[in-house]
């Protein structure tokens, strides 16, 4: 089983570049979301998606933007990357309900040059 | 809002040793989930145990135990006999109803043979 696999691993831009990190699950689950990890800082919650079609921002969403045109797949765009990007970006998907754990990718490490 | 406090940034312990990992939180929420998280030195983030609210049983799996203190909104985890390769940064979480993760900013357990 895939499950939620995030691409690239691995990514330098400069700043002012734009770029797509993608995130797709096939475990067919409602809720998926977007974190960055910063040292230090735990992990913050960009944005955020309860199903397909609808979207919503968490505690640091500002110069992301996503959409959710379908279940499998919630990517995560940086329109004009900024140093203070520079980040471990992380994905993860859970079946609807509270109580149901959160499936993480293996992130994405980003460095904004 | 939420807030997870792991108010340890570091512990370091010699193998065979007990360690305990505090985890406090504020939520105004009456029903709500909480989370432990393993992230190890390879960087994936994974699951080790939820727990609801109405449930304040202690858990014991293997040489991992939690305590649920609802009086005290704490929960609390400990290794037992801790061994090199329990070495990682550990991430307490607390879900609330809007389906928003709220994590500690993680604590580095380093055990050293």
């Known amino acids: 089983n895939a499950g939620v696999t995030q691409t690239p691993k691995f990514q330098v831009l400069k700043t002012g570049q734009s770029m797509t990190l993608q995130c797709a699950q096939d475990m067919n689950h409602e809720y998926m979301s977007w974190y960055r990890q910063d040292p230090g800082m735990g992990l913050r919650l960009i944005h955020y998606?309860?199903?397909?079609?609808?979207?919503d921002q968490g505690e640091v969403p500002n110069g992301y933007n996503v959409s959710r045109s379908t279940t499998e797949d919630f990517p995560l765009r940086l329109l004009s990357a900024a140093p203070s990007q520079t980040s471990v970006y992380f994905c993860?998907?859970?079946?609807?309900?509270?109580?149901?754990?959160?499936?993480f990718g293996d992130g994405t490490r980003l460095s904004i040059l | 809002a939420q807030k997870v406090t792991q108010a340890q940034t570091e512990i370091s312990v010699v193998e065979k040793e007990d360690v305990t990992l505090d985890c406090v939180y504020e939520t105004r929420d009456t029903t709500y989930y909480l989370f432990w998280y393993k992230q190890p030195p390879s960087g994936e983030l994974v699951f080790l145990i939820r727990r609801n609210s109405f449930d304040e049983q202690n858990e014991i799996s293997g040489r991992y135990s939690w305590n649920f203190q609802k009086s005290t909104s704490s929960f609390n985890f400990t290794i037992t006999a801790s061994q090199v390769v329990d070495s990682a940064v550990y991430f307490c979480?607390?879900?609330?109803?809007?389906?928003?993760?709220?994590f500690g900013a993680g604590t580095t357990v380093t055990v050293r043979a």
């Open positions: 993860a998907s859970s079946q609807p309900g509270s109580n149901q754990p959160q499936h």
């Open positions: 979480a607390l879900l609330s109803n809007d389906y928003k993760l709220s």
């Open positions: 998606s309860v199903g397909a079609g609808i979207t």
